[in-house]
């Protein structure tokens, strides 16, 4: 399945952690990179989203409502590259 915009949620803590710092950098990268691919959307501090996608840590990342998430890290491009290819974006 091939999915044309890719909605990527990054969540960082507030005040931010140094991982989540960093994430927020590598969000910028993704929304330059994916310009026309992905929706980028940034959550600072609680949110309604965190509950909903069954988080328990930050830094965290959640590609199209949580089809893929990662959490307790700040994943590189390369990983994160990786899961919009696994989600047919290149």
């Known amino acids: 399945m091939v999915i044309s915009m890719i909605k990527v949620e990054f969540f960082?803590?507030?005040?931010?952690?140094?991982?989540?710092?960093?994430?927020?950098?590598?969000?910028?990268?993704?929304?330059k990179k994916?310009?026309?691919k992905a929706q980028v959307i940034k959550h600072l501090g609680p949110c309604p989203e965190f509950e909903k996608y069954g988080l328990t840590m930050v830094p965290a990342v959640v590609f199209e409502e949580g089809r893929i998430m990662l959490m307790g890290v700040c994943p590189d491009m390369e990983t994160l590259t990786g899961c919009f290819l696994e989600l047919g974006v290149e």
């Open 12 to 31: 960082v803590a507030e005040p931010p952690c140094a991982g989540c710092v960093d994430l927020l950098k590598t969000a910028d990268e993704i929304a």
């Open 34 to 36: 994916y310009a026309k």
